[in-house]
Antibody
């Protein structure tokens, strides 16, 4: 059974940093691309970032480019999202999601339960 | 960037009746050489993460009831729930995975009339 468990969320001040983690199990981690998707309170889904199965290719939404960094550690079956220079508008539930293939041009077939990040002073 | 729009914003349908949601992309998401539309539909119920319903525009994910169907090609797509059930109350999103950033539509809320 595929399981994705996010951690690392919490309250952070504007301008601060946070690192999200997503522990994956139930599938061959290195064989699949992974993504982060966020949802601001009461709003729709926003794709944030994606990384290929090999980790070589990474992609970002314009809203986070230059501030967020996606990475993965296949030895730990873990996906990361390093978030710097956080803004109030980054406040959201952050979901980790597995893609259906090794590259990011795939649908998101499994999702974690999400972790809340609140950016506020 | 490919922009995604959905219509309507919300709809209320009687139990057992058909619900139709439209999704439009600002440019084609059809990869001609593969003859595949890079378009997915997701269902999100309150307090839950999204769930993949359909990918490649019309391929139902394993375990998804056959009352859900997807159609369309190029820039215009439709999700149809042929006979609405109470458990189908949710927000439905389309997403293109043709090119980065892999954008979602704004969502369509489906309720019972």
């Amino acid at each position: 059974e595929v399981q994705l468990l996010e951690s690392g969320g919490g309250l952070v001040q504007p301008g601060g940093s946070l690192r999200m983690s997503c522990a994956a199990s139930g599938f061959t981690f290195s064989g699949y691309a992974m993504s982060w998707v966020r949802q601001a309170p009461g709003k729709g889904l926003e794709w944030v970032s994606g990384i290929s199965g090999s980790g070589i290719s990474t992609y970002y939404a314009d809203s986070v480019k230059g501030r967020f960094t996606i990475s993965r550690d296949s030895s730990k079956n873990t996906l990361y999202l390093q978030m710097n220079s956080l803004r109030a508008e980054d406040t959201a539930v952050y979901y980790c999601a597995k893609l259906g293939g090794t590259s990011c041009d795939s649908s998101l077939d499994y999702w974690g339960q999400g972790a809340l990040v609140t950016v506020s002073s | 960037d490919i922009g995604m729009t959905q219509s309507p914003d919300s709809l209320a349908v009687s139990l057992g009746e058909r619900a139709t949601i439209n999704c439009k992309s600002s440019q084609s998401v059809l990869y001609s050489s593969k003859n595949k539309n890079y378009l997915a539909w997701y269902q999100q119920k309150p307090g839950q993460p999204p769930k993949l319903l359909i990918h490649w525009a019309s391929t139902r994910e394993s375990g998804v009831p056959d009352r859900f169907s997807g159609s369309g090609s190029g820039t215009d797509f439709t999700l149809t729930i042929s006979s609405l059930q109470a458990e189908d109350v949710a927000v439905y999103y389309c997403q293109q995975y043709y090119s980065s950033p892999f954008t979602f539509g704004p969502g369509t809320k489906v309720d019972i009339k």
